[in-house]
């Protein structure tokens, strides 16, 4: 077997890290742009510690804090054009995996100034100026990972920028969390599992993506009884945000599966939160496969004893009653069928039969 390993993101953990290791912020030049969301980095001191450091810093900042959930490709470009504007030399994503994606997509876009939002899908390999995280969720693993997941309204759907934009540092503080709602919790948290589900359940899966996924699986099965009794202490904050970047860390290594492609439908046509659109689809994605030998060893590493002791366990966590047809399904399984980049990552033949069982049994049935 032969496969390529990298993770260049230098990672910090704990509670104060931005302003104890502030003097890192010297290396990427000397006005920055804060990208971030529109009220919880406020809240949380995330913002204010990093203002902190780069003033301590003497380096000059600006800040975008207009990126909405799921970020549009016209807002990034609304964000680059002031960043270009403001000639800032890197960026600093503060939040949840929005405006962390957000600022990858915004830094290719102050790069390469003959690309706009509108034409950057299409666009060759492109650099981009640094990005710096600081993840105030735990879910996404953007702070490591080279992905930025940007919604195209144009084709009605949320697509990977294609790029392959690796933050420079991440500063994971989970302290950061501990206002965080139930709800926010345990989205961003089933998608930290769904990362590493899809990673340890991937063709491109290999022994460095199976380190961080039997590790993380183990300490995500520690959080799984927490999120059942709403004890959100601490430790699982911490917990949380070590879940999420072994999870960045695997799908860097093998990229994502099916249940994310699936999820995109979800979020974009019924508003369901990432994690949530995931989560949802899990038991009956596990049950598609026709070797389980590694859905059990996954069962395991998180200690429940089957696919369906799992997929009562997320029903009681992730409680969404909305409502979908059987006609929408069709269309969702349809164009996930055509996914060539998801369908590959799948280690086995599934069919749109099949990709339209999972949809059907886990929403409408
Ligand atoms: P998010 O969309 O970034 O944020 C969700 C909500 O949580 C927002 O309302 C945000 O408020 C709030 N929030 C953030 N931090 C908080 C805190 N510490 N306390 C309380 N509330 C907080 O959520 P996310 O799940 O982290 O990111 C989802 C996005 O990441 C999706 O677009 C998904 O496709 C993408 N994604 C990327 C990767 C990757 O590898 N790059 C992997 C998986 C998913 P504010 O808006 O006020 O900040
Ligand atoms: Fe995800």
Not at 62 to 76: A, G, K, M, R, V
Not at 91 to 109: E, F, Q, R, T, Y
Not at 170 to 183: G, H, K, L, N
Not at 206 to 230: A, H, R, T, V
Request: glycine residues 8%; hydrophobic residues 35%.
């Amino acid at each position: 077997m032969s496969f390529k390993y990298l993770m260049p993101t230098k990672c910090y953990f704990g509670k104060g890290v931005v302003l104890e290791y502030k003097d890192e912020l010297k290396n990427f030049g000397e006005k920055a742009m804060i990208v971030t969301g529109k009220s919880s980095s406020k809240k949380n001191g995330s913002l204010k510690d990093m203002e902190e450091a780069l003033s301590l810093n003497n380096i000059s900042y600006i800040i975008f804090d207009d990126i909405e959930e799921n970020p549009s490709l016209e807002t990034i470009g609304r964000a680059a054009e002031l960043g270009k504007k403001e000639d800032v030399d890197f960026i600093i994503g503060i939040g949840g995996g929005s405006p962390i994606d957000a600022s990858k997509a915004i830094g290719v876009l102050i790069n390469n100034v003959n690309y706009s939002y509108e034409d950057i899908l299409e666009a060759p390999y492109l650099k981009s100026i640094p990005v710096i995280a600081v993840p105030t969720t735990a879910g996404t693993g953007s702070e490591v990972t080279p992905y930025s997941i940007v919604t195209d309204h144009k084709a009605k759907t949320k697509k990977n920028l294609g790029q392959l934009i690796y933050p420079e540092i991440a500063f994971c503080d989970a302290s950061y969390m501990v206002e965080m709602p139930y709800t926010v919790t345990v989205n961003t948290g089933i998608d930290a599992f769904s990362h590493l589900a899809e990673a340890y359940l991937n063709s491109n899966a290999n022994i460095m993506s199976d380190i961080y996924c039997e590790k993380g699986l183990k300490i995500f099965g520690k959080c799984l009884p927490k999120f059942l009794s709403g004890e959100l202490d601490l430790k699982l904050r911490e917990d949380l945000m070590m879940v999420s970047t072994l999870g960045g860390m695997a799908i860097t290594q093998t990229g994502t599966s099916l249940p994310h492609g699936m999820g995109y439908h979800l979020t974009y046509f019924k508003g369901m939160a990432h994690g949530m659109a995931n989560g949802i689809l899990y038991e009956e994605y596990l049950k598609v496969f026709k070797d389980k030998t590694r859905v059990n060893e996954l069962l395991s590493f998180i200690g429940v004893n089957s696919i369906e002791e799992l997929g009562e366990k997320f029903r009681n966590i992730l409680k969404w009653n909305g409502i979908v047809t059987e006609e929408e399904i069709l269309s969702y399984a349809k164009s996930i069928a055509c996914n060539k980049g998801k369908l590959k990552n799948h280690p086995e033949e599934i069919t749109e039969k099949e990709l339209y069982n999972i949809y059907y049994r886990s929403l409408i049935k």
